[in-house]
């Protein structure tokens, strides 16, 4: 809006004074603090790492900063956290999931903040998400160790407790063993925390069965890393003794020998939708949500048939 004479004058005064422009001055006049909040379960899971980035590059060009915090899975403390990001002035918010206290729900009603809850999926349509179907994702695995001719399954997820997404991923392997007639006991399903260590635990709980399952079915990369490097330690053969499945294709899926065959996740995809819708909702203009992302099966050396069956896959009911 000025000559650009004048303006690279303001800039070299701007730099050589070191000048900042006065955020809470700027936010009191326009009602906008050009900030978005976002909670998230945690920092150490790679794939939250890559979605927030993908947010943060969408938002950071057009003028918005983005402000983290971290609920370590407790929706109490996300109810804490969402009260501070309101406080703090917050124009939007990114939340994980679609399982959250009404509090929270309660706070975003009562500001009328714009939100979007991403790694979610909400069959109702009602809410704003941006995700993907986890049950359908763990299908696909449970699908490839069938037609593999695998009968005898163990599984190891994160504590389902407060947590839809880990519920919905064990649905969908409970789901699509009960079509093809395949009841895992009770024992075969092992809860542990998010961890490298936590996933070589489980799998050791899992050999100590005298009937030992064929395939494990890890529900995140982190717990079936942990799985392979405890297989490698009780010099068991991964494929040849036990197939082993995670989700989510962390980029070391592919290093781990002999390669961890998991499902792909769209997280990039939900970083730039989240923020691309919420800057929508922000300047008033049309939004698309809910998006529901496609995930795909990606194969790779941790699965084989069992022994005994290698000549010919079995056929299972799809």
């Known amino acids: 809006m000025v000559k650009e004479r004048t303006l690279r004058r303001v800039l070299e005064a701007v730099e050589k004074l070191g000048y900042v422009a006065d955020g809470a001055a700027r936010a009191l006049k326009s009602r906008r603090s050009m900030t978005v909040g976002a909670v998230i379960p945690s920092l150490e899971n790679a794939i939250f790492a890559t979605t927030t980035d993908a947010l943060q590059r969408v938002l950071d060009k057009s003028g918005y900063a983005l402000l983290l915090a971290t609920s370590w899975y407790d929706v109490d403390t996300e109810v ?179 390669g961890l065959t998991t499902v792909r996740y769209p997280t990039s995809e939900m970083g730039v939708h989240a923020g691309q819708y919420l800057l929508a909702r922000l300047q008033d203009l049309p939004v698309q949500a809910p998006v529901v992302f496609p995930t795909e099966l990606i194969v790779r050396g941790t699965t084989a048939p069992p022994i005994g069956d290698r000549r010919e896959t079995s056929r299972v009911p799809s």
Not at 176 to 205: D, N
């Open 80 to 258: 804490a956290l969402t009260r501070k990001m309101i406080e703090r002035g917050v124009d939007a918010l990114v939340l994980v999931g679609t399982q959250h206290r009404p509090e929270t729900f309660g706070l975003l009603a009562r500001f009328d903040l714009p939100y979007v809850l991403t790694w979610a999926f909400d069959s109702s349509g009602q809410l704003p998400c941006v995700g993907f179907d986890h049950r359908a994702a763990t299908r696909k695995v449970a699908s490839h160790l069938l037609e593999l001719g695998h009968r005898e399954f163990g599984i190891v997820c994160t504590p389902i407790r407060d947590n839809e997404r880990a519920r919905e991923r064990l649905a969908g392997v409970i789901d699509r063993l009960g079509a093809a007639g395949i009841t895992v006991p009770p024992e075969r399903i092992v809860e542990q925390p998010f961890s490298y260590s936590a996933g070589k635990e489980a799998f050791r709980t899992l050999m100590r069965d005298p009937f030992r399952p064929t395939a494990v079915i890890c529900l995140n990369d982190v717990l079936a890393i942990g799985a392979v490097s405890a297989a490698y330690e009780m010099g068991i053969s991964v494929p040849q003794e036990v197939s082993i499945t995670g989700c989510e294709d962390l980029e070391v899926a592919a290093s781990v020998p002999p």
